[in-house]
């Protein structure tokens, strides 16, 4: 969106309200059906979509842009000139929009499955050989399949990710930390995708075209005797992508005659805030695929409605952005990527200074998590970007995370660190939140009911 375009979008927003300028929206659009979503009450807590009739699913509607009634105080679209497509913004990028400390945001996301390379970068005639209608498959998708050119795509080099924003908050410097309070997230429609691909995931061939430690050649997915690399079409590679209807709020696959059914759980992959300094919009640490400790592809599944994130500023104004939106993820995320599809979320972005209470210790220099039941310590195996190498150890990713948690129980909660070690041994979780970003990850919790919160 231009800039122009955006200032007019943002006057009309903020002054004939939320409500009546999607109502102006729809009324010129041609004839595009309006998917509503209730508005915000005062507290910022969102209330749930409203559902209207689609031919792939009854129970999510089509969200295209400018469509539905999104409640934050500002709304962002993912327009090809805006969006990166495999990088995420560095700390010298131009904010696509201005908000206050405190303000929410909503921002629709764009799913990178069905609209990558090995799929056909053709969104309507792949997810048409599903049978899905056009008119559901999103129009910004559609747009930034075939108008993005703000970096040249190399499917084997760059992220998969298209990545919105960035988004400057006011007041935050360097030092700070941003609080994210995740208020929605809403699935755009109703299916999404699961890939697995030659190379990447936990059974990947190395490299080398070895197997990884601890399996045999025959046991790597996808199969060896299907990878068709190299080959200069990716629709060749062989690659693996589960089409996934939504039905009764569950991921629904068919296997044959049968079929496995999960809930979903929406949840952005990734939330972050500039951390790079290199300018080159392109440079290996500014990769979507490696999560650092300014966030980015975190894929932690927890961080999904009424969760809050913690991130370190490194930059004016923090630079927030989003990407990789999920439907339902497992810990883990094995065989590459979670259930894909695109969201709608709603963000309350606050500064906290140092020293005002506002945010856990640990967050003024790593990522913290907490939800409404469990603070969140988290480790990556090599969080600075790629810098120097990158390195996937999943014991250095959980050292970390154990090293974090005992920091906030000692600094946050009080406790002796013998003893917060003791206790982490004995009543905590930690999990494997992924094992497929180069940089992998593991986080714990640990239970505000165990301390009288909850």
């Known amino acids: 969106?231009?800039?122009?375009?955006?200032?007019?979008?943002?006057?009309?927003?903020?002054?004939?309200?939320?409500?009546?300028?999607?109502?102006?929206?729809?009324?010129?659009?041609?004839?595009?059906?309006?998917?509503?979503?209730?508005?915000?009450?005062?507290?910022?807590?969102?209330?749930?979509?409203?559902?209207?009739?689609?031919?792939?699913?009854?129970?999510?509607?089509?969200?295209?842009?400018?469509?539905?009634?999104?409640?934050?105080?500002?709304?962002?679209?993912?327009?090809?000139?805006?969006?990166?497509?495999?990088?995420?913004?560095?700390?010298?990028?131009a904010p696509v929009m201005r908000m206050s400390s405190g303000q929410t945001v909503t921002i629709d996301a764009v799913s990178h499955e069905g609209i990558l390379?090995?799929?056909?970068?053709?969104?309507?005639?792949?997810?048409?050989g599903q049978g899905v209608s056009?008119?559901?498959?999103?129009?910004?998708?559609?747009?930034?399949?075939?108008?993005?050119?703000?970096?040249?795509?190399?499917?084997?080099?760059?992220g998969p990710h298209v990545v919105t924003g960035p988004v400057f908050v006011e007041g935050a410097q360097p030092g700070d930390v941003l609080k994210i309070e995740i208020l929605q997230a809403i699935p755009r429609v109703p299916y999404g995708v699961v890939s697995s691909r030659h190379g990447k995931g936990a059974l990947a061939r190395t490299a080398d075209g070895a197997a990884p430690a601890g399996v045999g050649?025959?046991?790597?997915?996808?199969p060896v005797a299907t990878d068709g690399r190299p080959d200069p079409d990716p629709t060749r590679?062989?690659?693996?992508?589960?089409?996934?209807?939504?039905?009764d709020g569950h991921g629904v696959m068919r296997y044959g005659s049968a079929q496995v059914r999960f809930p979903l759980r929406p949840f952005m992959g990734m939330m972050g805030v500039a951390f790079t300094q290199d300018r080159?919009?392109?440079?290996?640490?500014?990769?979507?695929?490696?999560?650092?400790?300014?966030?980015?592809?975190?894929d932690i599944r927890l961080l999904g409605e009424g969760a809050t994130f913690f991130l370190p500023v490194f930059a004016e104004g923090a630079l927030f952005y989003v990407g990789d939106p999920h439907m339902a993820m497992g810990d883990g995320e094995v065989a590459l990527t979670a259930m894909e599809g695109s969201l709608r979320g709603t963000y309350r972005l606050t500064v906290c200074k140092p020293g005002s209470g506002d945010a856990p210790s640990v967050a003024y220099r790593?990522?913290?998590?907490?939800?409404?039941?469990?603070?969140?310590?988290?480790?990556?195996?090599?969080?600075?970007?790629?810098?120097g190498g990158q390195g996937s150890d999943l014991d250095v990713a959980m050292r970390r995370a154990v090293v974090n948690a005992l920091d906030f129980l000692e600094t946050d909660q009080g406790m002796d660190r013998a003893t917060a070690y003791a206790y982490l041994s004995a009543a905590a979780d930690f999990s494997v939140s992924q094992v497929v970003d180069r940089t992998v990850g593991v986080h714990g919790q640990i239970y505000k009911g165990h301390f009288g919160q909850s």
């Open 134 to 158: 056009e008119s559901e498959v999103l129009r910004d998708a559609i747009a930034i399949a075939a108008e993005y050119d703000r970096t040249p795509r190399n499917f084997d080099k760059d």
């Open 280 to 298: 080159e919009i392109t440079a290996a640490t500014a990769n979507s695929i490696p999560p650092t400790v300014g966030g980015g592809n975190i």
């Open 217 to 222: 050649l025959s046991e790597v997915m996808p």
């Open 117 to 128: 390379e090995d799929q056909g970068r053709d969104p309507v005639g792949y997810f048409g």
């Open 366 to 387: 790593y990522p913290f998590g907490e939800t409404v039941d469990a603070w969140v310590p988290i480790g990556l195996s090599d969080p600075d970007g790629s810098v």
């Open 237 to 247: 590679y062989g690659n693996v992508s589960t089409f996934t209807a939504v039905e």
């Open 1 to 93: 969106m231009t800039d122009p375009a955006r200032r007019a979008a943002e006057t009309l927003w903020t002054g004939i309200g939320r409500r009546d300028f999607l109502r102006a929206v729809a009324a010129v659009s041609a004839g595009a059906g309006v998917a509503g979503v209730s508005s915000a009450c005062a507290s910022g807590t969102p209330g749930p979509a409203s559902q209207s009739p689609s031919s792939a699913a009854t129970d999510v509607a089509i969200l295209q842009p400018g469509e539905g009634d999104p409640v934050g105080d500002h709304y962002l679209q993912s327009a090809p000139d805006e969006v990166l497509w495999g990088y995420v913004p560095n700390v010298h990028a």
